[in-house]
């Protein structure tokens, strides 16, 4: 492609052929493949280069950056809002003594693992059987969003029906634990454990790593104890079981 | 594809065409979580995942805006499996660490394999035109940013010091040099023919 090709490429998109040139040009695009390959690689990057080069991009890509920093801050920061307690005198005592333990516990569990590492975090895919097709639709997603509220709300609609399904009432006791419901969420991995089904061992993880998340250690440790070698739960139970 | 029907999630496509703040909060609150969820469980942070999520809503906003981008599929599977895989491919190409999910798998339907399918390919093609683009001279580089921000071909003659003519034919000169490498690219060959 010579100079003088970029230079009528140039032209034509700013319109400043004359109406003969412009038709020519057109013309030629139509028969001339090459051409019109030169020139649509021409124009493709032109746009690019415009789109990429425009204050309205800038000024999104602002705004973006903005909202995505208010809102990693205000995650962070809801994890880790210090609670201020005042202490008197006779506290330090006791705060000593809980240091001493705590330093214990620290020197014991220096490995890295940690709940956070095992709470439920896959995307769910309901099985479908002959229910409400969009609830179950809507459940799936609100969970899958992390929106539990509204998936709970939606297992709910639909354990109504089918009060046993248990991949239902599994899903349900893994958003009532992520949302820090736990007496609801243990009645459900309860429920599940004690009974025969394919969510039994899952279900008895799971509550065992809630109770960890909890700091209730020999609660989590006797769950996962009944994890048999061949559940697919089976090492990451022992794995936790070495750490607590 | 083009005859499939606009889904109704569209609305966060048009929400970042508008950049329209509240409904992009929106977008961070509803769909930001499951892709920390799985940085965080292969090998990322949380600075990590808000890097990967800024830089997609980027891709599809500049695929709306310049190739009129019409989602046929749920945001929330296209947004997260865009996410997944572009974390997958890093995580590949710059730390070699192991993957705990199977790589590449696992698309939810036709549906969004397309779509998504779309916007890495667009990606793909913005990534080589911001490559060429540094390899030319700083002159070339200087007039197609000017030329391009809200700058007049006048005022980047002055400001260069050079002709008014010489600007217009040296930025048609420069694009003229991006066709040329853009051509010459393999992986623009490989794009053409998909």
């Given at each position: ?70 809102f990693?801050e ?9 609670k ?10 006791i705060?000593?003594?809980i240091?001493?333990?705590i ?9 890295s ?15 479908e ?26 297992f ?30 243990d ?14 061992h ?43 | 594809m ?16 508008q ?32 890097d ?19 989602l ?23 730390a ?30 913005m ?5 060429l ?35 217009r ?26």
């Amino acid at each position: 492609m010579d100079e003088a090709t970029t230079i009528l490429f140039e032209d034509y998109l700013e319109g400043l052929l004359s109406e003969e040139n412009r038709l020519a040009f057109e013309k030629r695009l139509e028969e001339d493949a090459e051409f019109a390959a030169n020139f649509n690689t021409y124009k493709a990057l032109s746009d690019h280069l415009s789109h990429q080069f425009s204050k309205e991009r800038s000024d999104f890509k602002t705004q973006l950056e903005n909202i995505g920093s208010t809102f990693f801050e205000e995650n962070t920061s809801k994890k880790q809002t210090p609670k201020v307690i005042r202490l008197k005198p006779w506290h330090y005592s006791i705060a000593a003594s809980i240091a001493l333990l705590i330093g214990f516990f620290v020197i014991q569990n220096m490995g890295s693992l940690d709940p956070e590492d095992y709470i439920f975090s896959e995307s769910i895919e309901i099985t479908e059987r002959s229910q409400d097709a969009t609830t179950l639709k809507d459940a799936e997603t609100a969970f899958n969003n992390g929106a539990y509220k509204d998936a709970i709300e939606n297992f709910d609609i639909l354990l109504e029906t089918d009060p046993e399904n248990v991949e239902l009432l599994f899903y349900k006791a893994i958003a009532h634990d992520a949302i820090l419901e736990y007496d609801k969420a243990d009645a459900i991995y309860n429920r599940l454990k004690n009974g025969s089904s394919l969510y039994k061992h899952k279900a008895a993880f799971y509550a065992g790593v809630s109770q960890w998340k909890r700091n209730n250690a020999l609660e989590a440790q006797k769950l996962l104890e009944t994890i048999p070698s061949s559940a697919d739960e089976y090492k990451d139970a022992q794995r936790i079981l070495k750490k607590l | 594809m083009g005859e499939s029907k606009v889904h109704n999630d569209q609305k966060y496509i048009d929400a970042l065409l508008q950049n329209d703040s509240m409904q992009i909060q929106e977008i961070y609150s509803k769909f930001a979580p499951k892709v920390i969820g799985y940085v965080k469980q292969n090998s990322g942070d949380e600075a990590a995942a808000k890097d990967l999520i800024q830089e997609v809503l980027l891709i599809i906003y500049d695929q709306a805006k310049t190739k009129n981008l019409k989602l046929t599929c749920p945001f929330d599977a296209y947004f997260f499996m865009i996410c997944k895989r572009k974390w997958l491919t890093r995580l590949k190409k710059y730390a070699k660490e192991r993957v705990t999910n199977e790589p590449f798998g696992g698309f939810e339907s036709e549906m969004v394999e397309d779509q998504v399918q779309q916007t890495e390919q667009f990606d793909t093609k913005m990534q080589l035109f911001k490559e060429l683009f540094q390899k030319l001279g700083d002159t070339c580089k200087e007039i197609l940013q000017l030329s391009f921000g809200s700058f007049s071909m006048e005022e980047i003659a002055n400001q260069l010091n050079i002709s008014y003519a010489y600007a217009r034919k040296k930025k048609s000169l420069c694009i003229g040099q991006l066709t040329k490498w853009t051509q010459e690219s393999q992986v623009y060959k490989q794009l053409k023919e998909l």
